[in-house]
């Protein structure tokens, strides 16, 4: 590996950034050696800290010059790498710069924001970080060439988060990003909606006072671990508004149990084009 | 704050490249690089005409107003907002970690 942080001179755009690194470096595997780039983006160490306040932290000399990244213990390999990549991000884009004494922190909190328009600073330059991270450990152009070669369900996202070694979260929402059909996912635990991503062509989901809708699939089945459950044709009224569920021709959905109580949800709609 | 970071500020504020301002010093973009980040010994005065004259300031908006004093050395900085919510053993970790990155430094730029 060659490449270092001279070849990113003039990029300032997260997305840019990780696709320089891509291009520079064609020859990486799915699963993106991204210790290896820390060290060649002058990172000079990736520790562990006994702590639960943080997921990660950046530690650098205000001038950039070189840094470490410290990752809180006992995570998963996959989150572990994703925060890896999130502090990366931090580093890289020369709009992050501490200033005026002022640290930043990623709380769990900040790995799930991701409107880079957020006009409060911190969540802008935290969604940044968390696009860099996505675009670099699961490239766009990636993603949607291994969709091409599978189908729409949740299998297929299992199956590639496996290959970039990121966490099935994160991949779904790249996957939602890529997708060119009116998808969503959610996130539920026991019961309650804990995020959702949709498509932007997707309907508006309701909030349901923030629990899994009593006749959906996903609230019904309760999938042990491990287990999906078929791709089933759901009313589209027990997702959506009345007035939504009239423009969507049927509405398609499937549930994967997951560990202590969590359940990730797919819903896919096929629109009413002549309501469009 | 130091030349090098008034040198990176100019350039972003600019939004020139490393590259962009190599060329128009006549330096390379390895150079540039050096002095933003600290690593690199003070400019020649040549260097430092042409830089004033590219970002349109006064040398001493670049150097500062006393270009014989030497810069302080660049903080450290932890990107936590609040240390409290560490124990005792992780800010002791931190502070290790910094001070080990700033023994680095100072033996690469010595």
Same mark, same amino acid.
């Given at each position: 590996?060659?490449?270092?942080?001279?070849?990113?001179?003039?990029?300032?755009?997260?997305?840019?950034?990780?696709?320089?690194?891509?291009?520079?470096?064609?020859?990486?595997? #799915?699963?993106?050696?991204?210790? *290896?780039?820390?060290?060649?983006?002058?990172?000079?160490?990736?520790?562990?800290?006994?702590?639960?306040?943080?997921?990660?932290?950046?530690?650098?000399?205000?001038?950039?010059?070189?840094?470490?990244?410290? &990752?809180?213990?006992?995570?998963?390999?996959?989150?572990?790498?994703?925060?890896?990549?999130?502090?990366?991000?931090?580093?890289?884009? #020369?709009?992050?710069?501490?200033?005026?004494?002022?640290?930043?922190?990623?709380?769990?909190?900040?790995?799930?924001?991701?409107?880079?328009?957020?006009?409060?600073?911190?969540?802008?330059?935290?969604?940044?970080?968390?696009?860099?991270?996505?675009?670099?450990?699961?490239?766009?152009?990636?993603?949607?060439?291994?969709?091409? *070669?599978?189908?729409?369900?949740?299998?297929?996202?299992?199956?590639?988060?496996?290959?970039?070694?990121?966490?099935?979260?994160?991949?779904?929402?790249?996957?939602?990003?890529?997708?060119?059909?009116? &998808?969503?996912?959610?996130?539920?635990?026991?019961?309650?909606?804990?995020?959702?991503?949709?498509?932007?062509?997707?309907?508006?989901?309701?909030?349901?006072?923030?629990?899994?809708?009593?006749?959906?699939?996903?609230?019904?089945?309760? #999938?042990?671990?491990?287990?999906?459950? *078929?791709?089933?044709?759901?009313?589209?009224?027990?997702?959506?508004?009345?007035?939504?569920?009239?423009?969507?021709?049927?509405?398609?959905?499937?549930?994967?149990?997951?560990?202590?109580?969590?359940?990730?949800?797919?819903?896919?709609?096929?629109?009413?084009?002549?309501?469009? | 704050?130091?030349?090098?970071?008034?040198?990176?500020?100019?350039?972003?504020?600019?939004?020139?490249?490393?590259?962009?301002?190599?060329? *128009?010093?006549?330096?390379?973009?390895?150079?540039?690089?050096?002095?933003?980040?600290?690593?690199?010994?003070?400019?020649?005065?040549?260097?430092?005409?042409?830089?004033?004259?590219?970002?349109? &300031?006064?040398?001493?908006?670049?150097?500062?107003?006393?270009?014989?004093?030497?810069?302080?050395? #660049?903080?450290?900085?932890?990107?936590?907002?609040?240390?409290?919510?560490?124990?005792?053993?992780?800010?002791?970790?931190?502070?290790?970690?910094?001070?080990?990155?700033?023994?680095?430094?100072?033996?690469?730029?010595?």
């Amino acid at each position: 590996m060659r490449i270092g942080r001279l070849d990113l001179d003039g990029l300032g755009s997260p997305a840019a950034l990780a696709a320089k690194i891509h291009e520079l470096e064609p020859g990486l595997p #799915p699963r993106v050696p991204v210790e *290896q780039l820390c060290m060649q983006f002058d990172i000079q160490s990736i520790g562990a800290l006994e702590t639960d306040g943080f997921e990660a932290a950046l530690i650098m000399d205000e001038l950039k010059a070189s840094g470490a990244i410290l &990752v809180a213990k006992g995570r998963s390999d996959a989150r572990r790498r994703y925060s890896i990549a999130h502090e990366l991000g931090h580093f890289l884009i #020369p709009a992050h710069r501490p200033s005026g004494g002022a640290s930043f922190e990623c709380a769990l909190s900040d790995l799930h924001l991701l409107d880079p328009k957020d006009r409060d600073r911190r969540k802008r330059v935290e969604a940044e970080a968390n696009r860099f991270a996505a675009h670099l450990l699961m490239p766009p152009g990636e993603v949607r060439a291994r969709m091409r *070669q599978s189908d729409s369900s949740l299998e297929s996202i299992v199956a590639m988060a496996r290959a970039f070694g990121v966490s099935k979260e994160a991949m779904a929402r790249s996957w939602v990003d890529s997708h060119r059909e009116p &998808v969503a996912i959610v996130l539920a635990h026991r019961g309650r909606i804990v995020r959702r991503y949709r498509h932007q062509d997707f309907p508006w989901l309701p909030d349901w006072d923030g629990r899994l809708p009593k006749d959906s699939l996903a609230a019904e089945l309760k #999938p042990a671990p491990g287990i999906f459950s *078929q791709v089933e044709e759901i009313d589209p009224t027990v997702w959506l508004s009345e007035r939504d569920a009239e423009r969507v021709l049927s509405l398609n959905e499937q549930v994967l149990g997951q560990g202590d109580g969590y359940a990730l949800v797919l819903l896919q709609a096929e629109r009413d084009e002549d309501e469009f | 704050m130091s030349f090098a970071r008034r040198l990176h500020e100019l350039r972003i504020a600019n939004r020139l490249s490393l590259q962009d301002v190599a060329d *128009q010093v006549g330096i390379s973009k390895a150079h540039v690089w050096n002095l933003e980040k600290g690593l690199s010994e003070n400019p020649s005065m040549e260097v430092v005409l042409k830089l004033a004259e590219i970002f349109r &300031v006064r040398v001493a908006d670049l150097v500062g107003e006393n270009p014989d004093a030497s810069d302080e050395d #660049p903080a450290m900085v932890a990107m936590f907002r609040d240390l409290k919510k560490l124990d005792e053993r992780d800010r002791e970790t931190i502070a290790a970690l910094m001070e080990q990155m700033k023994r680095r430094r100072d033996k690469g730029t010595n």
